[in-house]
């Protein structure tokens, strides 16, 4: 019936297969989202031979992995913007902007946390 939600394991097979449809339509469309799962694909296992740790190769990790989570959530909030129309609109450019400046503070991170668990 129309408007009712799959529930259970279909719902899961589902979501899996829109997540996955994401991943392959950032690679296809994005240059910034290809080149830093490539900077994470080179970084991982660097992770893992400099982190003494299980918490330093936790943090190592999961900041790389933040930076392709906040590049996604970028590229979604660009095409919506563009979605929405093409003509200049502060609004559009500030939301823009943010999603942009979000990238660069990930990016940010990444480098402050590799210093601080590598040479703090």
């Not at 799959?6 to 690679?27: C, F, H, P, Q």
């Not at 918490?55 to 959530?73: T, Y």
């Not at 129309?85 to 990444?110: F, Q, R, Y």
Request: net charge neutral; aromatic share 6%.
């Amino acid at each position: 019936m129309y408007g009712e939600k799959e529930t259970g394991l279909r719902r899961i097979v589902n979501a899996a297969g829109y997540s996955w449809a994401g991943l392959k339509a950032a690679w296809r469309t994005e240059a910034a989202f290809r080149q830093e799962v490539l900077l994470v694909l080179l970084l991982l296992p660097l992770a893992m031979v400099l982190g003494h740790t299980g918490v330093e190769r936790a943090l190592l990790i999961s900041a790389c992995l933040v930076v392709v989570v906040v590049e996604l959530l970028n590229s979604a909030l660009e095409a919506v913007v563009d979605r929405i129309g093409t003509e200049h609109h502060p609004l559009a450019g500030a939301a823009k902007d943010m999603g942009s400046a979000a990238v660069l503070i990930s990016l940010i991170m990444v480098v402050l946390v590799w210093l601080l668990v590598l040479f703090g």
